[in-house]
């Protein structure tokens, strides 16, 4: 079975500065990786995925994650967040092949700042 | 393309009635889920289609739930009868789903919200 810990329940940072959200997962077989995010009242929607390939991911709005293997992480990143970045961000995993039910962590809140 | 439509948006009912859930995913999509999201229990995978053919309910509550796909274009989710303890956010997710390939993007429709009395 696969799980997920995202550590941080809530992040707040203050607008332009840096932010990195921790996701570490744990699976006995080789895995794809998500970054979902949820703005308020809506449906995830998805920042990235690392399928294989490249360990750096880039997505949509900024953001980027790096998977490592040997740490068992997929922290995601961004440079300089804008107020429009306050959402909730969930890590997903799920095994590689086939079918299997994708596990979502439990989410991190990142609270923009002005 | 209007993305994953989900009805209704909001629901308020009272314990032991019967709530439907209705959910019409993105055309093309094979693949098709039902999530159900609590402050307590986070993101949970109800039960999952592949070319409408229920694949994995194993996170199908109890006896309680049910889910249907008459056809590619419509899918319920009913609960009958309800409790409070049902009272969640419900999400439905499309996917292209290609023989079942788990890596596909899912697209998650807005949510109902419902509130069992």
């Known amino acids: 079975a696969q799980s997920v810990t995202q550590l941080d329940s809530q992040v707040p940072v203050f607008e332009e500065a840096p932010v990195e959200l921790r996701c570490n997962y744990s699976?006995?077989?080789?895995?794809?990786l998500f970054w979902y995010v949820q703005y308020p009242n809506q449906g995830l929607q998805l920042l990235l995925k690392?399928?294989?390939?490249?360990?750096l991911v880039k997505g949509i709005n900024g953001f980027e994650a790096e998977f490592n293997k040997s740490q068992t992480s997929f922290h995601l990143r961004k440079p300089s967040v804008h107020i429009s970045d306050t959402a909730e961000y969930f890590c997903?995993?799920?095994?590689?092949?086939?079918?299997?039910?994708?596990?979502f962590g439990t989410g991190t809140k990142l609270q923009v700042i002005p | 393309d209007a993305g994953v439509i989900q009805s209704p948006r909001h629901e308020v009912t009272e314990m032991g009635q019967e709530v439907t859930l209705r959910c019409k995913p993105i055309?093309?999509?094979?693949?098709l889920f039902w999530y159900r999201q609590t402050m307590m229990r986070g993101l949970e995978l109800l039960i999952y289609?592949?070319?409408?053919?229920?694949?994995?309910d194993s996170g199908m509550p109890e006896d309680r739930f049910s889910a249907k796909m008459p056809n590619a274009s419509f899918s319920t989710l009913k609960i009958q009868p309800s409790e409070p303890r049902d009272s969640a956010v419900y999400f439905c997710?499309?996917?292209?789903?290609?023989?079942?390939?788990?890596?596909?993007?899912?697209?998650f429709g807005p949510g109902t919200r419902l509130l069992v009395l």
């Open positions: 997903a995993v799920t095994p590689s092949g086939g079918y299997q039910k994708v596990t």
């Open positions: 699976s006995s077989v080789s895995v794809y």
């Open positions: 690392y399928l294989s390939g490249s360990t």
């Open positions: 055309s093309g999509h094979n693949s």
């Open positions: 997710a499309s996917s292209i789903g290609l023989a079942g390939r788990s890596q596909e993007t899912q697209y």
């Open positions: 289609f592949n070319n409408n053919v229920p694949i994995d």
